[in-house]
């Protein structure tokens, strides 16, 4: 008797896993976007840096850790940083499953950045900067400096070789394409930019 | 060692390993320059769920720019981060089994300029062990300038066979574009220049002793 309701409760474990398992089983893969979304909630929670500080110092002063933990945490924290940046500035992995067949170049074989003088001729502008896939269109990058009173607009920037697309932004506003170079037409977003060949040093 | 001396060593650490994955943060930093909240949101989502699906993010983070720049709506840009996200995807394939972030950004663009997808992947098969972001650079160039692709992609692949250099290549297609500039038509001055490349280049047998690794 006692054998017969053992196995009562070990049908009924069996059938409420069953269920449970019945219940999580259907769930469909997230889409990125959401769990990009998510992510990105997460990481805006966390980047309250005043009340980080506040805890940070509070358990500081309330806390001992011993030496060999501390180590331990330490080391790990390193190995994090380091994995994390490998992963993060190389990047060129793309690391889905369906894809990992691709892999890095060694660092060595990766061109490095060439320096390149730029000129452009705008009497009337007030401020010039360089801005192209070399500087991740960052006005601020490469901000062009004028030769005397009313000379022509100057910079040196570093860019790898390769072709590049580039523009003059005028007065913060205004996108002008070289006019002593090649045009590239923009397919993506209209305009004309212009061309820089920059060869192996 | 004193508790509060341990806590700093582990504070130390945690530092360093803040500063060592400090290049998200520049990326982050970089997506801030867009002053829009709504663009700036959809931009990073895009690239985020980008980086979950494995994609290099730095020439997405680049495009968005580029499209605030050039003053596009968040829908466009929208649409050009998808197409380049796949552009990538098929560069990766094309360029396989290695891929420099700069090579697949090249070859992306390489196929937005309707370069033929094989002369990518020749070139790959040619250089396997190099970086051919110039190679493909000089390719697309010639045929966005209106050399016929198929011809643009033969001359430039023989070159490399026969062993020029990215920088021969550079200056072959500097002086395709004078010679454009002076009246002569795309295909004449780039068969007249690779002439005139092929003959400074070594015989094949010590080409390709030179490019075994």
Redesign the interface.
């Known amino acids: 008797m006692i054998g017969n309701m053992v196995d009562t409760m070990d049908d009924e474990r069996d059938e409420v896993i069953a269920r449970v398992v019945g219940a999580l089983s259907p769930f469909p893969q997230p889409r990125s976007a959401a769990v990009a979304r998510v992510l990105m909630a997460v990481r805006a929670r966390r980047a309250q840096p005043v009340s980080r500080l506040r805890r940070a110092i509070w358990w500081a002063e309330d806390t001992a850790v011993s030496a060999k933990a501390a180590g331990l945490l330490a080391a790990a924290s390193l190995a994090i940083g380091f994995v994390a940046r490998g992963t993060m500035t190389q990047q060129a992995t793309f690391g889905g499953a369906e894809s990992a067949s691709i892999e890095m170049q060694p660092v060595a074989s990766v061109s490095s950045a060439v320096p390149v003088a730029m000129a452009f001729e705008l009497a009337n502008a007030k401020t010039v900067s360089v801005v192209g896939d070399f500087n991740g269109w960052d006005p601020a990058a490469n901000p062009m400096q004028r030769v005397g009173a009313n000379g022509p607009w100057s910079t040196t920037l570093l860019a790898k070789p390769g072709r590049h697309t580039y523009a003059f932004l005028v007065d913060g506003t205004t996108l002008v394409a070289d006019p002593r170079a090649s045009k590239a037409k923009n397919p993506d977003f209209g305009g004309d930019a212009s061309v820089l060949m920059v060869r192996t040093p | 060692?004193s508790?509060?001396t341990?806590?700093?060593?582990?504070?130390?650490?945690?530092c360093?390993?803040?500063?060592?994955?400090?290049?998200?943060g520049a990326q982050e930093a970089?997506l801030l320059?867009i002053r829009d909240d709504a663009t700036r949101n959809r931009v990073?989502?895009?690239v985020?769920?980008?980086?979950?699906?494995?994609?290099?993010?730095?020439?997405l983070?680049?495009?968005a720019?580029?499209?605030?720049?050039?003053k596009?709506d968040a829908k466009?840009i929208e649409?050009?981060l998808a197409?380049?996200e796949k552009r990538m995807?098929r560069a990766?394939e094309l360029?396989?089994?290695?891929?420099?972030?700069?090579?697949?950004?090249?070859a992306a663009?390489a196929i937005?300029n309707r370069v033929p997808e094989k002369a990518i992947s020749d070139l790959r098969r040619i250089a396997p062990?190099?970086?051919i972001?110039?190679e493909?650079?000089?390719l697309?160039?010639l045929v966005?300038?209106g050399v016929k692709p198929s011809v643009a992609a033969t001359m430039v692949r023989d070159l490399m066979a026969k062993g020029a250099?990215?920088?021969q290549l550079?200056?072959l297609?500097?002086a395709v574009?004078q010679d454009v500039a002076l009246g002569v038509t795309p295909m004449e001055a780039l068969v007249l220049r690779t002439r005139g490349v092929m003959s400074l280049l070594p015989p094949a047998a010590s080409v390709n002793a030179a490019q075994r690794p």
Do not use: C, W, Y
Request: no cysteine; charged share 20%; net charge positive.
């Open positions: 060692m508790p509060r341990n806590n700093l060593l582990l504070g130390a650490a945690l360093a390993a803040m500063v060592s994955a400090h290049g998200v970089r320059s990073r989502i895009f985020e769920a980008a980086r979950l699906r494995g994609t290099p993010t730095e020439p983070v680049s495009r720019l580029e499209g605030i720049a050039f596009a466009r649409q050009a197409a380049l995807r990766k360029l396989a089994p290695h891929a420099t972030v700069d090579e697949l950004a090249a663009d937005a062990r190099r970086t972001t110039v493909i650079g000089v697309t160039e966005a300038k250099t990215g920088a550079t200056e297609n500097a574009q």
